[in-house]
């Protein structure tokens, strides 16, 4: 999945890379969790790694519920969406 979005809150620009789009890498850092690895531009990869270590959870509606926050394409959209906001464009969305 290839994710570009805006985060007002921080005024950054960011892109997330999972599965086959990790290897298009640019200037991505690495971001690894229970032995999954995504690459996204450096401020996101801040946000994310802190989401995981001191709020790892995720809505993936609106009106929840709350699920654990993993490396899954389908939780991490629905984190980038819901938390982080700003979803710009998505290439290989997950499938419901």
Same mark, same amino acid.
């Given at each position: 999945? =290839? %994710?570009?979005?805006?985060?007002?809150?921080?005024?950054?620009?960011? %892109?997330?890379?999972?599965?086959?789009?990790? &290897?298009?890498?640019?200037?991505?850092?690495?971001?690894?969790?229970?032995?999954?690895?995504?690459? &996204? !531009?450096?401020?996101?990869?801040?946000?994310?790694?802190?989401?995981?270590?001191?709020?790892?959870? &995720?809505?993936?509606?609106?009106?929840?519920?709350?699920?654990? =926050?993993? #490396? &899954?394409?389908?939780? #991490?959209?629905?984190?980038?969406?819901?938390?982080?906001?700003?979803?710009?464009?998505?290439?290989?969305?997950? !499938?419901?």
């Amino acid at each position: 999945m =290839l %994710v570009t979005g805006f985060d007002d809150r921080t005024g950054c620009g960011y %892109v997330l890379r999972t599965g086959p789009h990790t &290897a298009d890498d640019g200037d991505s850092t690495p971001v690894v969790d229970a032995g999954v690895t995504v690459l &996204a !531009t450096p401020e996101l990869a801040v946000t994310l790694r802190d989401a995981l270590a001191h709020h790892p959870v &995720a809505l993936l509606g609106w009106s929840g519920p709350e699920v654990p =926050l993993t #490396l &899954a394409d389908d939780v #991490l959209l629905g984190w980038l969406t819901h938390t982080v906001g700003g979803v710009v464009t998505v290439e290989g969305a997950p !499938t419901a």
